[in-house]
C-alpha cells in the first residue's frame, strides 16, 4: 500500500519553497532563510533520528514473517540395552531423518502481509513526525520575525524619547524648559531604554527557541531573513479545508490499521487448517546389516482447538480499527476547525489594529507633537500619546504573529500551502 503522495505536498522541497516565498525571504550575512531553517530541522531534530532504527526493525519483522519454519534433525536408536538377542548394540535399529513443517493454506503471506503493513505504519509516523517538525521549525521562526519587528519597534521608540530627552535639556539650558519635563523626559526615555532591552532579550530567546529545532544550544545567526506579510484578502474556504482531513497522516494510520486489522483476521481464520509435516530418513538394522528409506507424514486433528480465542481477539481488533477511524477523523476536523477560527480572528483584529487603530494612534501623536511645539500641549500629553502608539503597533505584530501562526497549523493539518 503506497502512502506517498499523502504527504507530497507538505514534506517537498516545493511545499518548504512557497512556505519560505509567503514571509518575502532575503539573505544576508549571518541571516538565515526559512528553507535554511527547515532543512536543518529535518536533518539534525533528534526525533526524526530514531525513526531510521524503527525502519530497520520493520524491515527485519518483515524478513521474520516470510521465511519458513526450519527443518527438523531427526536421531532414533531403538532395540538397543535389553536382554538375550537385544543385549548390547548388536541389533540395534538405527533412523536417522529430517522432517518439515508445511504450513497451509497461505499462512505464511498473510504473515508478511500483516508486517508489511507494520512498516506502512511506520513510514506514515515518520511523515506525520517531519510534518510536525516543519510546522513547529515554521512557528518559531515566525516568532524569530515578530519578536525582531518588536525590536526594531523598540528601538525606533527610543530614538523618539532619547530625542524628546535631548531637546527638553536643549530648552531648559536656553531657558525655556522645566525641570518637571525634564524629570518627564528622563522618565519617558528610560521606559522606552527598558522596552528596547526586553525587546532584544525575547528575540535573542526566540532565535534560540528556533536553534534548539537541530538540536543547537547556541544560535549560529543573528537574524532571520522576511518579513510578516500582510493577510490575504480572503480566508481559505472551511469545508475545503474539513474535506482534506481524510489525507492526514493520523487518519492514514488509522485506515491502514483497518487493512492490516483485516488481513490478520484472515489469517487467524486460516489457522484453523492444520499444518503438514512430512519427514524422510534412512534405517539401518544392525542384526541383519540391511537399509532402509522411511518416510513419515504428521497431521494434527482439530477436534478440540480451532483458534477460537485467536479469532475472537482478530475481531475484536477489527472493530476497534474500524472505530479509531472515525475518531482520528474527528479530531482533525475540529483541529483544522479550531485553527481556521484563529486565523479568522486574527485576520479581523489585524484589520482594526492596522487600519482605524493604527490610523487613530499616529494622527493623535503627530496632532499632540504638533501642539507641544507651540506650546499648546504639555510635555506629558506627549508622552502619553507616544505610549499609545508604541501601544497600538506592537498590537499589530502581535495580531500578524497570531495570524501567521494560525496559518502554518492549518498548513501542516492539511499538508498544503494555503
Given at each position: 500500500?503506497?502512502?506517498?503522495?499523502?504527504?507530497?505536498?507538505?514534506?517537498?522541497?516545493?511545499?518548504?519553497?512557497?512556505?519560505?516565498?509567503?514571509?518575502?525571504?532575503?539573505?544576508?550575512?549571518?541571516?538565515?532563510?526559512?528553507?535554511?531553517?527547515?532543512?536543518?530541522?529535518?536533518?539534525?531534530?533528534?526525533?526524526?533520528?530514531?525513526?531510521?532504527?524503527?525502519?530497520?526493525?520493520?524491515e527485519a519483522k518483515i524478513i521474520s514473517a516470510l521465511m519458513p519454519p526450519n527443518p527438523e534433525l531427526e536421531t532414533e536408536v531403538e532395540d538397543v540395552l535389553g536382554t538375550g538377542d537385544l543385549d548390547g548394540f548388536?541389533?540395534?535399529?538405527?533412523?536417522?531423518?529430517?522432517?518439515?513443517?508445511?504450513?497451509?493454506?497461505?499462512?505464511?503471506?498473510?504473515?508478511?502481509?500483516?508486517?508489511?503493513?507494520?512498516?506502512?505504519?511506520?513510514?506514515?509516523?515518520?511523515?506525520?513526525?517531519?510534518?510536525?517538525?516543519?510546522?513547529?521549525?515554521?512557528?518559531?521562526?515566525?516568532?524569530?520575525?515578530?519578536?525582531?519587528?518588536?525590536?526594531?519597534?523598540?528601538?525606533?521608540?527610543?530614538?523618539?524619547?532619547?530625542?524628546?530627552?535631548?531637546?527638553?535639556?536643549?530648552?531648559?539650558?536656553?531657558?525655556?524648559?522645566?525641570?518637571?519635563?525634564?524629570?518627564?523626559?528622563?522618565?519617558?526615555?528610560?521606559?522606552?531604554?527598558?522596552?528596547?532591552?526586553?525587546?532584544?532579550?525575547?528575540?535573542?530567546?526566540?532565535?534560540?527557541?528556533?536553534?534548539?529545532?537541530?538540536?543547537?544550544?547556541?544560535?549560529?545567526?543573528?537574524?532571520?531573513?522576511?518579513?510578516?506579510?500582510?493577510?490575504?484578502?480572503?480566508?481559505?474556504?472551511?469545508?475545503?479545508?474539513?474535506?482534506?482531513?481524510?489525507?492526514?497522516?493520523?487518519?492514514?494510520?488509522?485506515?491502514?490499521?483497518?487493512?492490516?486489522?483485516?488481513?490478520?483476521?484472515?489469517?487467524?481464520?486460516?489457522?484453523?487448517?492444520?499444518?503438514?509435516?512430512?519427514?524422510?530418513?534412512?534405517?539401518?538394522?544392525?542384526?541383519?546389516?540391511?537399509?532402509?528409506?522411511?518416510?513419515?507424514?504428521?497431521?494434527?486433528?482439530?477436534?478440540?482447538?480451532?483458534?477460537?480465542?485467536?479469532?475472537?481477539?482478530?475481531?475484536?481488533?477489527?472493530?476497534?480499527?474500524?472505530?479509531?477511524?472515525?475518531?482520528?477523523?474527528?479530531?482533525?476536523?475540529?483541529?483544522?476547525?479550531?485553527?481556521?477560527?484563529?486565523?479568522?480572528?486574527?485576520?479581523?483584529?489585524?484589520?482594526?489594529?492596522?487600519?482605524?487603530?493604527?490610523?487613530?494612534?499616529?494622527?493623535?501623536?503627530?496632532?499632540?507633537?504638533?501642539?507641544?511645539?507651540?506650546?499648546?500641549?504639555?510635555?506629558?500629553?506627549?508622552?502619553?500619546?507616544?505610549?499609545?502608539?508604541?501601544?497600538?503597533?506592537?498590537?499589530?505584530?502581535?495580531?500578524?504573529?497570531?495570524?501567521?501562526?494560525?496559518?502554518?497549523?492549518?498548513?501542516?493539518?492539511?499538508?498544503?500551502?494555503?
Amino acid at each position: 500500500m503506497n502512502q506517498t503522495p499523502i504527504f507530497s505536498h507538505l514534506s517537498s522541497p516545493a511545499f518548504v519553497l512557497a512556505l519560505a516565498l509567503l514571509y518575502s525571504v532575503t539573505t544576508a550575512a549571518e541571516t538565515i532563510s526559512l528553507t535554511d531553517a527547515v532543512s536543518r530541522a529535518i536533518a539534525k531534530h533528534p526525533s526524526l533520528a530514531v525513526f531510521d532504527s524503527e525502519t530497520r526493525l520493520a524491515e527485519a519483522k518483515i524478513i521474520s514473517a516470510l521465511m519458513p519454519p526450519n527443518p527438523e534433525l531427526e536421531t532414533e536408536v531403538e532395540d538397543v540395552l535389553g536382554t538375550g538377542d537385544l543385549d548390547g548394540f548388536q541389533s540395534a535399529v538405527y533412523t536417522v531423518g529430517i522432517s518439515q513443517l508445511i504450513e497451509t493454506a497461505g499462512k505464511r503471506k498473510l504473515r508478511g502481509e500483516v508486517a508489511r503493513f507494520g512498516e506502512s505504519a511506520q513510514e506514515l509516523q515518520y511523515e506525520a513526525a517531519k510534518r510536525e517538525i516543519i510546522a513547529e521549525t515554521g512557528r518559531r521562526y515566525i516568532r524569530v520575525l515578530a519578536a525582531q519587528s518588536e525590536e526594531a519597534n523598540a528601538k525606533a521608540d527610543f530614538a523618539i524619547a532619547n530625542e524628546a530627552y535631548r531637546a527638553i535639556e536643549q530648552q531648559i539650558e536656553e531657558g525655556r524648559g522645566s525641570s518637571i519635563q525634564s524629570g518627564q523626559a528622563l522618565l519617558g526615555r528610560n521606559e522606552a531604554k527598558l522596552g528596547q532591552d526586553t525587546a532584544s532579550r525575547h528575540a535573542a530567546l526566540a532565535r534560540q527557541q528556533l536553534s534548539a529545532m537541530w538540536a543547537s544550544a547556541k544560535p549560529d545567526f543573528s537574524s532571520v531573513s522576511g518579513q510578516l506579510s500582510k493577510p490575504k484578502a480572503a480566508l481559505p474556504d472551511l469545508d475545503t479545508l474539513v474535506a482534506s482531513s481524510a489525507d492526514h497522516p493520523a487518519v492514514a494510520m488509522a485506515k491502514a490499521g483497518v487493512t492490516a486489522a483485516d488481513t490478520n483476521l484472515t489469517l487467524e481464520e486460516r489457522k484453523k487448517v492444520p499444518d503438514l509435516t512430512v519427514g524422510f530418513g534412512f534405517r539401518h538394522e544392525a542384526s541383519i546389516d540391511d537399509n532402509a528409506v522411511v518416510f513419515g507424514l504428521s497431521l494434527p486433528l482439530p477436534l478440540f482447538q480451532q483458534n477460537e480465542g485467536g479469532i475472537a481477539e482478530a475481531e475484536a481488533t477489527l472493530a476497534k480499527s474500524e472505530a479509531l477511524v472515525a475518531e482520528a477523523r474527528m479530531k482533525v476536523e475540529m483541529q483544522i476547525a479550531e485553527s481556521h477560527m484563529r486565523l479568522s480572528v486574527a485576520r479581523s483584529q489585524y484589520e482594526l489594529v492596522a487600519g482605524e487603530m493604527l490610523s487613530a494612534a499616529v494622527d493623535h501623536y503627530e496632532a499632540v507633537s504638533e501642539g507641544f511645539k507651540l506650546g499648546r500641549i504639555s510635555f506629558l500629553e506627549l508622552l502619553e500619546s507616544r505610549r499609545a502608539l508604541n501601544a497600538v503597533r506592537k498590537q499589530r505584530i502581535e495580531t500578524l504573529s497570531q495570524y501567521h501562526s494560525a496559518r502554518i497549523a492549518l498548513e501542516a493539518i492539511t499538508g498544503n500551502s494555503l
